[in-house]
Structure formats: structure tokens, C-alpha cells
């Protein structure tokens, strides 16, 4: 069973950094993709930063050049270091990864921008 462990978040103010980790565990096999998304209230759930099996990322326009996706392949985590924070980025942010046939998430970690 793969488990995906979140770390950090928390509360900043605009303008600010802040980082998220996310160390999946357990055998993975046939690995397509791993990243983030977030969830805000009232709002879909969305894609913010990702890497595919090719080495790829992708970005969501909103935190392009502002977000920087990075992984440990050696400890089957990824990192997103998220710069000059705004209020709109304020959301729940989850880990997932693609795996085989299967998805996994993580149960989120919350980060809050103050104005």
C-alpha cells in the first residue's frame, strides 16, 4: 500500500515563501506522475505543479515563476517551494501520485496567505 506523507504549510503573508514536502512510502511500481494540486473553499480541486514520467513539469498559469517543483528520486519525494505568496493562493494543498493504475493522495496540508 503506498501512503503519501505531507509536510509544511502553514500561515504567511503575501508576499512571502513557504515550502511543502511530500515522501511517498511503500513499493511503487510504474510510475506516471507525482505533484500538487489544491483546493480552496467552494472551488474544483486543481492542478499547481506536477511531474510526469518523462521528467517533465507542469504548471498551472497562475504560479508560474512563482512555484518551483523539485524531487528526491532516491526518497521518492517531491518538493514545491512556493514564492511570493497571495491571498489566492490560499488553499488545502494535496500530494498525489499516479502509480500503475492506481491514484494516490495525500490528506492535504493548509496553507493560508494574509493580506
Known amino acids: 500500500q503506498v501512503q503519501l506523507v505531507e509536510s509544511g504549510g502553514g500561515l504567511v503573508q503575501a508576499g512571502g515563501s513557504l515550502s511543502l514536502s511530500c515522501a511517498a512510502r511503500?513499493?511503487?511500481?510504474?510510475?506516471?506522475?507525482m505533484g500538487w494540486y489544491r483546493q480552496s473553499p467552494g472551488k474544483q480541486r486543481e492542478l499547481v505543479a506536477i511531474?510526469?514520467?518523462?521528467?517533465?513539469?507542469n504548471y498551472a498559469d497562475s504560479v508560474k515563476g512563482r512555484f518551483t517543483i523539485s524531487r528526491d528520486n532516491a526518497r521518492n519525494t517531491v518538493y514545491l517551494q512556493m514564492n511570493s505568496l497571495k491571498p489566492e493562493d490560499s488553499a488545502v494543498y494535496y500530494c498525489?501520485?499516479?502509480?500503475?493504475?492506481?491514484?494516490?493522495w495525500g490528506k492535504g496540508t493548509p496553507v493560508t496567505v494574509s493580506s
Open positions: 511531474f510526469t514520467s518523462g521528467g517533465s513539469t
Open positions: 511503500g513499493i511503487i511500481f510504474a510510475f506516471n506522475a
Open positions: 498525489k501520485l499516479t502509480a500503475g493504475p492506481g491514484d494516490y
